[in-house]
């Protein structure tokens, strides 16, 4: 199989605070993960790409410093969202893959609320 | 033109009918070609990948890719209450790494 896991799976923090997404890959290194944010009833929105031991790489559009994304090992990346206000409020979903142009599989989400 | 387009629905099939999502795309160099299901407040989940023009089947679910028609497809035999869902059609460019998902159609399959 090919498990990825979010923590926190929901998460209410108040406006200003910093909020830290920890996304693992179970049983697989992942070479790359994903970031993606969603809101309700639309698609997808990827928000960068992030290599094991390199920068990420963002989407245009979204902030870097706001959105910060470390890849430490190729078992775990982690978002921080920094600074967060209610628009912040989504939900953020990560994606690892062994390789790069196959398949991607899902971590189960973090839904934030910013108070 | 969206990159990757989708009929939103509902499709609406009942159970034990043939449900056919449709996904159309773009990008003529795309090479990898997938099908993601999303219950509502989850997180997609991997259906089926395709590669390769004709189709390929895995249990109740067959995906059929056309390049030359840049056309991809997605069919769910003996359709289950439990397969209401939305279906997210994703495709990957050919100079990029990056998913491109389309809107995602939502298949409600009555009892």
């Known amino acids: 199989g090919a498990v990825v896991s979010q923590h926190p799976s929901r998460v209410i923090c108040k406006s200003g605070t910093s909020v830290k997404i920890e996304c693992r890959s179970l049983d697989f290194q992942a070479t790359t993960m994903f970031w993606y944010r969603q809101f309700p009833k639309k698609s997808l929105m990827l928000m960068a790409t992030?290599?094991?031991?390199?920068?990420?790489?963002?989407e245009q559009g979204v902030e870097k410093d706001k959105f910060l994304i470390n890849h430490a090992s190729l078992t775990l990346s982690t978002l921080t969202v920094t600074s967060a206000h209610p628009e912040d409020s989504s939900f953020y979903i990560c994606?690892?893959?062994?390789?790069?142009?196959?398949?991607?599989?899902f971590g189960p989400g973090t839904r934030l609320t910013v108070t | 033109q969206k990159e990757v387009e989708q009929n939103s629905g509902p499709l609406s099939v009942p159970e034990g009918a043939i449900a056919s999502l449709n996904c159309t795309y773009s990008d003529r160099g795309s090479q990898s070609f997938f099908w993601y299901r999303q219950y509502s407040g989850k997180s997609p989940e991997l259906i089926m990948s395709?590669?390769?023009?004709g189709d390929k089947e895995d249990g109740r679910f067959t995906a059929q890719l056309n390049k030359a028609s840049q056309y991809v497809s997605l069919l769910i035999r003996d359709s289950q209450p439990s397969d209401s869902a939305t279906y997210l059609c994703a495709v990957r460019g050919g100079a990029t790494n990056k998913l491109i998902f389309g809107t995602g159609t939502l298949l409600a399959v009555q009892p």
């Open positions: 994606s690892a893959t062994r390789d790069s142009y196959y398949e991607q599989y």
């Open positions: 992030s290599n094991e031991g390199s920068k990420a790489t963002y």
């Open positions: 395709i590669y390769s023009n």
